[in-house]
């Protein structure tokens, strides 16, 4: 089946400094990925959708310059928390959505960020 | 706006019993609908999702659930609940724009505790 690996699974970091967070399409092409935030005991909100060469979409709320979202290829995207601070400590989750399956979403197992 | 509506917070119930949790969406257009699980600190694992067809859609782990359009609803079900099955549950809707599958709106979850 479908699988997405995003790494790292956890993070921690120092106030101030970017963190990148991986997100791959392991065995299938995924035109479009999905970067979600998830706060504790809440659920996931959509933080932005990437498409493969193209700029991101963010949702409203969402800083890009603080969120930088990279998709270079069909099986690669980055999340790169710029500058962070205690804030930012959440839970990411990525999607991809491949393009050979009808609605065939798949998500990473997550990333635990904790900005000290 | 589309929204995707879990009325239950929080659900206990006794291991071996039967399970059903709610899920209601509203917009005009029939979304594809999805059930998803997530344990503590993981990602979230597809149990099942439903886009066309029959109406009553079989899942991984034993669930079910049926769409019922004069209801806009998305329930699942599980006849015989386990103690492994104490996790986040989670329902998610998409919506088509123009012919392209759009992001997934999920909604808040439900937490699902086993008592033994």
């Known amino acids: 089946g479908a699988v997405v690996s995003q790494h790292p699974s956890w993070v921690i970091c120092k106030s101030g400094t970017s963190v990148k967070i991986e997100c791959r399409s392991l065995d299938f092409q995924a035109t479009t990925m999905f970067w979600y935030r998830q706060f504790p005991k809440q659920s996931l909100m959509l933080m932005a959708t990437?498409?493969?060469?193209?700029?991101?979409?963010?949702e409203q709320g969402v800083e890009k310059d603080k969120f930088l979202i990279n998709h270079a290829s069909l099986t690669l995207s980055t999340l790169t928390v710029t500058s962070a601070h205690p804030e930012d400590s959440s839970f990411y989750i990525c999607s991809a959505r491949d393009r050979g399956r009808n609605y065939g979403y798949t998500f990473g197992s997550g990333t635990r960020l904790t900005v000290v | 706006a589309q929204s995707v509506t879990q009325p239950d917070i929080h659900i206990t119930v006794s291991e071996g019993a039967s399970l059903e949790l709610r899920c209601n969406y509203s917009y005009g257009a029939t979304p594809y609908l999805f059930w998803y699980v997530q344990s503590p600190g993981q990602g979230l694992q597809l149990l099942l999702k439903?886009?066309?067809?029959?109406?009553l859609v079989q899942g991984i782990k034993g669930f079910e659930a049926e769409f019922k359009r004069s209801q806009s609803s998305f329930n699942l079900r599980k006849p015989s609940v386990h103690w492994s099955d104490a996790a986040e549950y989670f329902c998610a809707g998409g919506w088509d724009y123009g012919g392209s599958q759009g992001n997934l709106i999920f909604g808040k979850g439900t937490k699902l505790s086993v008592k033994p």
């Open positions: 439903y886009f066309s067809g029959d109406t």
């Open positions: 990437s498409n493969e060469g193209s700029k991101a979409t963010y």
